[in-house]
């Protein structure tokens, strides 16, 4: 099991420690904002409030020991900059850190940081992709000019089966999984939907306009793909 520490507790922090713990790795939670800690201490395996550039402080949670640190300090650069140098001084084998400047990823890039977290630009670049094409949802970068998305069918391919339209083939897009809404009647009796995810064990199955596809590729292949072809 991963023990992971998590550096500033705001939205952004607490939610990252949030999903780690139902994740079912060991969080150890920092901020020096007790109001914050507080909100959290009932979700994470260990939660205190500490200033995070006192070395003496982090030496005393043992911090040094974790498999991985992410510093999710915001606005105030300069302890996000002196916590990043504190934990590669403890020695913590990977470390996650927030930018939220151009200048301030060089200097994390310069102190050879394992990975750099920039949500503005990331969020801009999810956001652009996914307003590129009516039938896409949602964008997930994986690599430069790569990416995991998640398209309406196309109402060219409506109807048509996988080995049909022939993804890889004709736009160089694998088609991963399908996202079906199944048809349920919920404990109080109503008609509900409910999501299901389907591998494409059987290429041979007509797709439905009201299908999901997830698909891999590269961004401007599978723009091509989302508007049939």
């Known amino acids: 099991m991963r023990q992971i520490a998590i550096v500033g507790l705001g939205k952004f922090g607490s939610t990252v420690a949030r999903e780690l713990t139902e994740r079912g790795a060991?969080?150890?939670?920092?901020?020096?904002?007790?109001?914050?800690?507080?909100?959290?201490?009932?979700?994470?395996?260990?939660?205190?409030?500490?200033?995070?550039?006192?070395?003496?402080?982090?030496?005393?949670?043992?911090i040094q020991d974790v498999d991985a640190a992410a510093i999710c300090i915001g606005e105030d650069v300069?302890?996000?900059?002196?916590?990043?140098?504190?934990?590669?001084?403890?020695?913590?084998k990977e470390i996650w850190a927030r930018a939220i400047s151009p200048l301030q990823q060089e200097i994390l890039r310069a102190l050879e940081v394992d990975y750099i977290i920039n949500?503005?630009?990331e969020m801009?670049?999810?956001?652009?992709?996914?307003?590129?094409?009516?039938?896409?949802?949602?964008?997930i970068p994986i690599a430069s000019k790569y990416s995991?998305?998640?398209?309406?069918?196309?109402?060219?391919?409506?109807g048509k089966t996988i080995r049909q339209i022939d993804p890889r083939g004709r736009f160089q897009v694998n088609i991963v999984a399908i996202?079906?809404?199944?048809?349920?009647?919920?404990?109080?009796g109503e008609r509900i939907l409910v999501e299901s995810?389907?591998?494409?064990?059987?290429?041979?199955?007509?797709?439905?306009s009201e299908d999901i596809l997830?698909?891999?590729?590269r961004d401007k292949d599978i723009e091509k793909f989302s508007a049939g072809g």
């Open 26 to 62: 060991q969080v150890i939670a920092i901020d020096e904002q007790k109001e914050r800690v507080e909100e959290l201490k009932e979700f994470v395996t260990y939660a205190v409030t500490a200033n995070a550039t006192d070395e003496n402080a982090l030496r005393a949670l043992g």
């Open 78 to 92: 300069e302890a996000n900059l002196l916590t990043t140098l504190l934990l590669k001084k403890l020695g913590i």
């Open 119 to 121: 949500l503005e630009e």
């Open 124 to 139: 801009g670049n999810i956001v652009a992709n996914s307003l590129v094409s009516e039938n896409v949802i949602r964008y």
């Open 148 to 158: 995991l998305a998640e398209l309406k069918v196309p109402e060219s391919f409506t």
């Open 179 to 188: 996202k079906k809404k199944i048809p349920k009647i919920s404990e109080y």
């Open 197 to 208: 995810l389907e591998d494409i064990s059987f290429p041979d199955k007509p797709l439905e």
């Open 214 to 217: 997830v698909a891999v590729g």
